[in-house]
């Protein structure tokens, strides 16, 4: 069931992003994220009234639990900024590299309080397979330069930010209740959202105000956020942090390809060919383990 649910992050994702591009369009990058929070705090708060659920934690708790939030924020500037210097595909390959590689740390020494599932011998192959996919992704053609090679390094840190801030809600998540912890997670975001959309040069924070887009659907990322992280919390704690953050990617992907098509009738063919093979990678270590189980349940 966990895995299902690790494939439906991916494809909220996809639906976030989806809506994200097009709010975007009309209030800017920065603006864009501050509406998103804002309607995600609302919509999340209104959820926890009328289902009568507590909105913050009765216990005190390490300060650190609250920043899954103020974390997160960082995996959309470091995009946006890579967004323009380095392809599409080069991005979502190089904050999968990051994922994969913070994933492996966490999986390892158990870093905030999550379970350890150290890395296995028989994963190697299906590991293997997932790297290929991202190198198939990358596409770095343009040259290299300053602007260029700090463009992937955030790309790549992109990846380590969305570990750590799901790692972070799913111990808070633990004490709230997954939909409290979204909404503990916008909250903590939307006022540092609101201080980039502030301070950051060549914003125009006055579109904030206006007249709300009769395109009412491009509203509904923040919806879509506050299912997201509710997902993510319920799946974080019960799988690896490896194995979520691949079959988040491969959802992500899939779902991508589809709305793409739908939407614009067209696909980038190279990013379905590296979500394929990191799908027969996961599917490959499914299989390892699902026979290994098999062969111990024999013995016994």
Do not use: C
């Not at 190198?135 to 090679?149: C, E, I, P, Q, T």
């Not at 390809?257 to 379905?272: A, G, M, P």
């Amino acid at each position: 069931m966990y895995n299902l649910f690790a494939l439906l992050s991916g494809f909220i994702i996809a639906i976030v992003v989806t809506f994200n591009g097009q709010l975007t369009a009309v209030y800017g990058n920065y603006n864009a994220t501050f509406i998103l929070h804002l309607i995600a705090v609302i919509f999340s708060f209104l959820i926890l009234k009328l289902s009568k659920k507590k909105l913050l934690p009765s216990e005190k708790l390490p300060l650190w639990f609250y920043l899954g939030g103020a974390v997160g924020l960082f995996n959309a500037f470091f995009q946006n900024f890579a967004f323009g210097k380095i392809s599409l595909t080069s991005i979502l390959a190089l904050a999968l590299f990051g994922q994969m590689v913070a994933s492996l740390f966490i999986d390892r020494f158990g870093s905030f309080g999550m379970e350890r599932h150290p890395f296995k011998k028989s994963s190697t192959l299906g590991f293997i397979f997932s790297l290929l996919g991202v190198f198939v992704m990358l596409d770095l053609s343009s040259g290299f330069n300053a602007v260029v090679v700090l463009a992937i390094v955030l790309a790549f840190a992109s990846g380590i930010t969305t570990v750590i801030s799901r790692s972070i809600n799913g111990r808070l998540a633990k004490h709230t209740g997954s939909m409290s912890g979204s909404f503990i997670n916008h909250l903590v975001g939307l006022p540092l959202a609101l201080l980039v959309a502030l301070l950051m040069p060549g914003n125009d924070i006055s579109l904030v105000l206006q007249q709300p887009s009769p395109q009412w659907w491009i509203y509904l990322g923040g919806i879509a956020g506050v299912f997201l992280v509710f997902v993510l919390n319920v799946t974080v704690m019960k799988l690896s942090s490896l194995r979520l953050s691949l079959l988040s990617f491969v959802g992500q992907v899939f779902l991508s390809v589809l709305l793409d098509l739908l939407l614009e009738s067209t696909f980038s063919r190279i990013t379905l060919y590296g979500g394929l093979i990191v799908a027969a990678g996961v599917g490959l270590n499914m299989l390892i383990e699902y026979l290994q189980e098999s062969r111990q349940k024999e013995r016994k």
